[in-house]
């Protein structure tokens, strides 16, 4: 299919680590992104990976890139109440250009104390 | 640096009424973006631009209009406006090259009765 596709929800206690995994479609996409959108606000870019990169670390969040498999996770470490929002994973179709960032439909992550 | 603007952040229309939303981005980009985001269904892309005077359609364009008179402004306009078109919209731009990060705006809300 042409869809992103994410798990709709996912829950997980404070201190605990979260993996929000993500399956596209286009084994040319240059860039994969994590957006993070928090209530009422717009999309906020949390990391992207380079399509040649098997992982990317930034502080608490690890990104996992399997190609073979077309699978992108995000792992948050020592998830946080203020972690809680919706995660969305994109691919960047044809290099990016045109508007061809192709989304999810986000996961939503609740983080309970 | 302001980032993306939009106004308005909300808005009433009737059926049939017509409205222009306003996106205004300080960062010398050179594309933008207009989605929607309804509940369950994540973000689609209605149009775009590669640069003033140029738009384009993206998966969702039909009963939207568009313009890009300047570079740093893009406007979506609704000639005569349906429930269906009752959602969230998001303006986004972006670099012309690099990683094609997009930057949100904080989304108008618009309700059609």
């Known amino acids: 299919g042409e869809d992103v596709e994410q798990s709709l929800f996912l829950s997980v206690r404070e201190g605990d680590s979260s993996v929000i995994n993500c399956t596209y479609t286009d084994s040319s996409s240059t860039y994969l992104y994590w957006y993070k959108q928090e209530p009422g606000a717009g999309l906020q870019l949390l990391t992207y990976i380079f399509s040649n990169m098997d992982m990317k670390q930034d502080q608490r969040l690890t990104v996992l890139l399997n190609k073979k498999d077309k699978h992108l996770s995000l792992r948050i470490a020592d998830t946080q109440t203020g972690d809680s929002a919706i995660y969305f994973c994109a691919e960047s179709r044809y290099g990016g250009s045109q508007g061809n960032l192709i989304f999810g439909k986000g996961t939503k992550l609740s983080v309970k104390p | 640096n302001a980032g993306v603007t939009q106004t308005p952040k909300f808005r009433v229309l009737k059926t049939g009424q017509s409205m222009t939303l306003l996106c205004a981005q300080d960062?010398?980009?050179?594309?933008m973006y207009w989605y929607r985001q309804d509940p369950g269904m994540g973000l689609r892309l209605i149009h775009y631009?590669?640069?003033?005077?140029?738009?384009a359609k993206g998966e969702v364009p039909d009963g939207y209009n568009v313009s890009r008179l300047k570079k740093q402004n893009f406007l979506l306009g609704l000639e005569s406006a349906a429930p269906s078109q009752t959602s969230v919209y998001f303006c986004?731009?972006?670099?012309?090259?690099?990683?094609?990060?997009?930057?949100f705006g904080p989304g108008t809300r618009l309700t059609v009765l």
């Open positions: 986004a731009s972006s670099y012309l090259r690099g990683s094609f990060e997009q930057f």
């Open positions: 631009s590669v640069g003033e005077g140029t738009t």
């Open positions: 960062m010398n980009h050179e594309y």
